[in-house]
């Protein structure tokens, strides 16, 4: 197999991490995704993703995918050990319940060509870094919620880490860059830390943008 990604990239961290999770060891092209000559913008890229975005997966068979959760879904379903969702059918559904709530809801509104289009239609740099704040304040507080009302384990869906961790972990980290403190949060906090712990989560964060 063979991922293409950014370092930077929270959508591709969530892939890394899911890999390194399942013990799976894959080629790896960086597809730059910040300037003006980003290499997800150029022909090359968009004729293999017409989407222009990272991750994607190239399977053993040849087969692209993208789309984050959907190639984490493919990877737990490929290499079921150690699962990526919970076994109870309501603990699927939350589990994917806060991965869809950060992945679709938060992310979304923050990536660098929704940032750079906001540069672009003049607005000012410090206008820009409220927005992202506001969007992750708004967004992680729902998910603080969701936790208070059904947390049962040590993670988001019980007491092994699950997709919702995995989407979790990026943005966690992004809020810290942005200048907002987990301990807002106090039960995303908690997780957080456990997932530090962990060495397929700490070492596969984004990376900070240079």
């Not at 961290?13 to 003006?36: C, M, N, T, Y």
């Not at 004729?47 to 990272?54: D, E, H, R, S, T």
């Not at 068979?61 to 993208?66: A, N, Q």
């Not at 992680?140 to 092994?160: F, H, I, K, P, S």
Request: net charge negative; proline share 9%; aromatic share 6%.
């Amino acid at each position: 197999m063979k991922l293409f990604q950014d370092k930077i990239s929270s959508a591709a961290s969530r892939v890394r991490i899911a890999l390194a999770l399942k013990g799976l060891d894959v080629e790896r092209e960086a597809i730059g995704i910040l300037g003006p000559d980003a290499l997800n913008r150029k022909p090359e890229y968009l004729q293999l993703n017409p989407q222009g975005l990272v991750p994607a997966l190239l399977t053993d068979e040849g087969v692209l995918l993208t789309q984050s959760l959907a190639i984490i879904e493919y990877l737990d379903e490929r290499y079921p050990e150690p699962p990526l969702l919970p076994g109870k059918l309501e603990d699927r559904a939350f589990a994917r319940t806060v991965a869809l709530a950060i992945a679709a809801d938060i992310h979304p509104l923050l990536p660098p060509r929704v940032t750079a289009h906001l540069g672009m239609i003049g607005v000012k740099a410090e206008d820009i870094a409220e927005w992202s704040r506001h969007w992750i304040r708004v967004g992680l507080t729902a998910v603080e919620e969701l936790l208070a009302r059904r947390q049962t384990g040590q993670y988001v869906a019980g007491d092994a880490p699950s997709m919702a961790d995995i989407c979790l972990f990026p943005q966690a980290i992004n809020a810290e860059r942005a200048g907002l403190p987990l301990d807002q949060w106090p039960r995303i906090a908690a997780v957080v830390a456990r997932l530090r712990e962990i060495p397929a989560f700490a070492d596969n964060g984004p990376a900070p943008r240079s």
